[in-house]
C-alpha cells in the first residue's frame, strides 16, 4: 500500500508563489507515475503535472506551462510542485496521486489508483 501526504497549500496573492509537497510512505514502484490534480468548488478534477518516478519524465497541463515546475526526489520518496505566477484561477484542492503501471494517459484521473488528502491553493488578487 502506498499513502500519500500533501503540504505547503496556504493564501496567496495573485502573482505569487507556493511549493507544494508529496510525501510518500509504503511500497514505492519503478514504473510509477505521480502526478498532481486539482479540482476547484464545482468542477471536476483536472490533471495539472505530472512526472515518471524512475526516469523523471515530466508532463504540464498547458495552463500551468513556464509557471509550474513538477520534481521529484528518489530517495526522499517525495514529489514536489513549484507553483509560480499563482492566478486566481489556480485555486483549487491539490491532490497528489500514484499510478502503478505505465500508461500514455499520464493525465487519466481513473488511472491512479492512490491519492492524497489534499491541500488547499487560494489566490486572491
Known amino acids: 500500500q502506498v499513502q500519500l501526504v500533501e503540504s505547503g497549500g496556504g493564501a496567496v496573492q495573485t502573482g505569487g508563489s507556493l511549493r507544494l509537497s508529496c510525501a510518500a510512505s509504503g511500497r514505492t514502484f519503478s514504473r510509477s507515475t505521480m502526478g498532481w490534480f486539482r479540482q476547484a468548488l464545482g468542477k471536476e478534477r483536472e490533471f495539472v503535472a505530472a512526472v515518471s518516478w524512475n526516469n523523471g519524465n515530466t508532463y504540464y497541463t498547458d495552463s500551468v506551462k513556464g509557471r509550474f515546475t513538477i520534481s521529484r526526489d528518489n530517495a526522499k520518496n517525495t514529489v514536489y510542485l513549484q507553483m509560480n505566477s499563482l492566478k486566481p484561477e489556480d485555486t483549487a484542492v491539490y491532490y497528489c496521486?500514484?499510478?502503478?503501471?505505465?500508461?500514455?494517459?499520464?493525465?487519466?484521473?481513473?488511472?491512479?489508483?492512490?491519492w492524497g488528502q489534499g491541500t488547499q491553493v487560494t489566490v486572491s488578487s
Open positions: 496521486a500514484v499510478r502503478t503501471y505505465y500508461s500514455p494517459r499520464y493525465y487519466d484521473t481513473n488511472e491512479y489508483a492512490y
